[in-house]
């Protein structure tokens, strides 16, 4: 039995149409469709707020009073999990991966506004981040605090289920659509959307963040649809990973420029940058085509924009400085 969801977000999320975008990607103009997950409400918006709604449903009526997550130094997670703890009146505790030096922009400077308190990890991997976050809790529980840990990237079973409201959302809004493409981190929301739409219906575009992400997707999401979705099922892209998580790649910072100079929309270089550079490499390769309805799942991120040296950087360079 699982709680119902604490309304945290406001939905459904709008969809838009993208003509202009579509077409410089080689597609019809009523072929592409932008689900606007970015504008899901508090603390910024985001993809992280579906799952939240669920996860912190369960926090609560265990009697937590603090919250717990890990994450990158500019995770969006951690920060819209310090955002659910103000609107619910608890303490957010970020564990994050680095050290105090880094610059405390974008996503930081947020988490600092929301008031949550940091914890530092050090340089350390994904096991090491998830220890030293029990650690944090267990001296939280000693000093009398009830601390819930909310998984990384809220990505569990549990938080997968608010992107099963928002495929359901999806279907009734296009209502022939062929392919969900979607930026795949920890796994949790590619999981959801599968269980809602069918794993033919959604590409995942691997941002870097796990060593093996479609196999996440797929333990989430097993529990949460009767035909068992195996990993190698999924439809994921593994081609613009680049250097690395954190690292801007060539293709999306393209894809930063093209939707925002095509539509006004604006993509973030870790997550939705790669989601569309993903999409313009699955038309290019054949996997996408024209006459075909898709959807851009826009999953938020824009803080980390600003958190990103080499993104602001590029869109520095990007600026025309005369008009005259
Ligand atoms: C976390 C995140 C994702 C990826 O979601 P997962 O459920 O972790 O795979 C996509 N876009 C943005 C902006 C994110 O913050």
């Given at each position: 039995?699982?709680?119902?969801?604490?309304?945290?977000?406001?939905?459904?999320?709008?969809?838009?149409?993208?003509?202009?975008?579509?077409?410089?990607?080689?597609?019809?103009?009523?072929?592409?469709?932008?689900?606007?997950?970015?504008?899901?409400?508090?603390?910024?918006?985001?993809?992280?707020?579906?799952?939240?709604?669920?996860?912190?449903?369960?926090?609560?009526?265990?009697?937590?009073?603090?919250?717990?997550?890990?994450?990158?130094?500019?995770?969006?997670?951690?920060?819209?999990?310090?955002?659910?703890?103000?609107?619910?009146?608890?303490?957010?505790?970020?564990?994050?991966?680095?050290?105090?030096?880094?610059?405390?922009?974008?996503?930081?400077?947020?988490?600092?506004?929301?008031?949550?308190?940091?914890?530092?990890?050090?340089?350390?991997?994904?096991?090491?981040?998830?220890?030293?976050?029990?650690?944090?809790?267990?001296?939280?529980?000693?000093?009398?605090?009830?601390?819930?840990?909310?998984?990384?990237?809220g990505s569990s079973t549990l938080g997968a289920r608010g992107y099963v409201r928002c495929g359901e959302e999806l279907r009734a809004q296009v209502p022939e659509?062929?392919?969900?493409?979607?930026?795949?981190?920890?796994?949790?929301?590619?999981?959801g959307l599968v269980a809602a739409l069918g794993a033919e219906s959604v590409l995942g575009v691997d941002v870097g963040a796990l060593a093996d992400p479609a196999?996440?997707?797929?333990?989430?999401?097993?529990?949460?649809?009767?035909?068992?979705?195996t990993a190698d099922r999924l439809r994921v892209r593994r081609d613009q990973v680049g250097a690395g998580y954190a690292t801007l790649t060539g293709p999306a910072?393209?894809?930063?420029?093209?939707?925002?100079?095509?539509?006004?929309?604006?993509?973030?270089?870790?997550?939705?940058?790669?989601?569309?550079?993903?999409?313009?490499?699955?038309?290019?390769?054949?996997?996408?085509?024209?006459?075909?309805?898709?959807?851009?799942?826009?999953?938020?991120?824009?803080?980390?924009?600003?958190?990103?040296?080499?993104?602001?950087?590029?869109?520095?360079?990007?600026?025309?400085?005369?008009?005259?």
């Open positions: 039995m699982s709680h119902p969801p604490v309304p945290l977000g406001t939905f459904p999320t709008p969809v838009e149409p993208a003509p202009r975008l579509a077409a410089a990607l080689g597609l019809g103009p009523d072929d592409l469709w932008v689900k606007r997950d970015d504008l899901t409400g508090l603390g910024g918006g985001g993809n992280k707020i579906r799952k939240l709604e669920w996860i912190v449903a369960a926090a609560l009526a265990e009697g937590a009073d603090t919250l717990v997550t890990t994450g990158a130094p500019q995770s969006n997670h951690a920060r819209l999990t310090a955002a659910a703890a103000a609107r619910l009146g608890l303490d957010a505790v970020l564990v994050l991966r680095g050290s105090p030096g880094v610059s405390r922009s974008g996503n930081l400077a947020l988490d600092g506004l929301l008031g949550a308190r940091l914890h530092w990890a050090g340089d350390v991997d994904r096991a090491a981040l998830d220890t030293v976050a029990e650690q944090v809790c267990a001296r939280l529980r000693e000093k009398g605090a009830r601390p819930a840990l909310v998984p990384f990237g659509l062929r392919t969900a493409v979607v930026a795949l981190g920890s796994g949790g929301t590619m999981a196999a996440a997707a797929a333990e989430f999401g097993a529990p949460l649809t009767a035909e068992r979705v910072a393209e894809a930063l420029r093209l939707a925002a100079r095509t539509e006004g929309i604006v993509l973030d270089p870790v997550y939705t940058g790669r989601a569309l550079a993903g999409l313009a490499a699955a038309v290019r390769d054949g996997d996408v085509r024209p006459g075909e309805k898709t959807v851009l799942v826009h999953t938020g991120g824009l803080p980390g924009l600003f958190g990103h040296a080499d993104a602001v950087a590029a869109a520095q360079e990007a600026a025309g400085t005369h008009v005259f």
